[in-house]
T-cell receptor, first 115, second 109 residues
Framework: IAGITQAPTSQILAAGRRMTLRCTQD?????MYWYRQDLGLGLRLIHYSNTAGTTGKGEVPDGYSVSRANTDDFPLTLASAVPSQTSVYFC??????????????FGEGSRLTVL | GQNIDQPTEMTATEGAIVQINCTYQ??????LFWYQQHAGEAPTFLSY??LDGLEEKGRFSSFLSRSKGYSYLLLKELQMKDSASYLCAVTDSNYQLIWGAGTKLIIKP
C-alpha cells in the first residue's frame, strides 16, 4: 500500500531514555518532515529534509535529531527523552521540494508518552 | 510574529451548511491549505488556494482574499462523518508552512 508508514504507533518510555521514531515512504517524494501536535497548538515543524542527504531545523528542533540517508527513510531520534516531549508525532512527505506549494501526505502518527 | 487564527470549536446540524473562517498574518504569502483531521488520525488534504476567489470541490469549497488575509472553508450538506478538526495552514515568503491550531467541528443529528 503506497504511503507513509510510522513506527511505533504508540510508546511509553522513561525520561532519559533514547528513542527513535521510524518513518518510511514509498512515493519517492523528495521532501520529508517531522511535526509534533499538541492540544491547542498547531502542528509544529521539528526537522525537515528537502532531499536525500540534507536536513534542516524547523520551529522546535531542540532535543531531536534526524537523518536522511536515502529517499525513503527519515527517522527522528530523541537522544534523552524529557516529559515535555510527550506528544503525537507525525511524519509527512511532499513532492514539491523547497517550494512548499504541494500537498502533504501524513503518516498515521506516533503517540509518545515520556514519564 | 506570524499567526493563524481559527475558531476553536463549532457546532452544526446534519444537512446544514457551515463556514469555518481562518485569518492570517504572515511574512509574505505563497498559498493557503485546508486539511481535515479526524480524531486520532492523520491530517488529510482538502484544498489549496493561491489566488483570490472560490475553489469548489464537491460539498467543500474554499475561499481566499489575500488583501484581507482571510480564508474560509464552506461545508455543504453536512454529514456526521464531517465531524473532525479542520486545519488552516499558510505558506509564507520563505515557503515555511505555518499552521493554525485547528477548528473542531461537531455535527449534531
Amino acid at each position: 500500500i503506497a504511503g507513509i508508514t510510522q513506527a511505533p504507533t504508540s510508546q511509553i518510555l522513561a525520561a532519559g531514555r533514547r528513542m527513535t521514531l521510524r518513518c518510511t515512504q514509498d512515493m519517492r517524494h523528495n521532501a520529508m518532515y517531522w511535526y509534533r501536535q499538541d492540544l491547542g497548538l498547531g502542528l509544529r515543524l521539528i526537522h525537515y529534509s528537502n532531499t536525500a542527504g540534507t536536513t534542516g531545523k524547523g520551529e522546535v528542533p531542540d532535543g531531536y535529531s534526524v537523518s536522511r540517508a536515502n529517499t525513503d527513510d527519515f527517522p527522528l531520534t530523541l537522544a534523552s527523552a524529557v516529559p515535555s516531549q510527550t506528544s503525537v508525532y507525525f511524519c509527512a512527505s511532499s513532492d514539491s521540494g523547497t517550494e512548499n506549494t504541494g500537498e502533504l501526505f501524513f503518516g498515521e502518527g506516533s503517540r509518545l508518552t515520556v514519564l | 510574529g506570524q499567526n493563524i487564527d481559527q475558531p476553536t470549536e463549532m457546532t452544526a446540524t446534519e444537512g446544514a451548511i457551515v463556514q469555518i473562517n481562518c485569518t492570517y498574518q504572515t511574512s509574505g504569502f505563497n498559498g493557503l491549505f485546508w486539511y481535515q483531521q479526524h480524531a486520532g488520525e492523520a491530517p488529510t488534504f482538502l484544498s489549496y488556494n493561491v489566488l483570490d476567489g472560490l475553489e469548489e470541490k464537491g460539498r467543500f469549497s474554499s475561499f481566499l482574499s489575500r488583501s484581507k488575509g482571510y480564508s474560509y472553508l464552506l461545508l455543504k450538506e453536512l454529514q456526521m462523518k464531517d465531524s473532525a478538526s479542520y486545519l488552516c495552514a499558510v505558506t509564507d515568503s520563505n515557503y515555511q508552512l505555518i499552521w493554525g491550531a485547528g477548528t473542531k467541528l461537531i455535527i449534531k443529528p
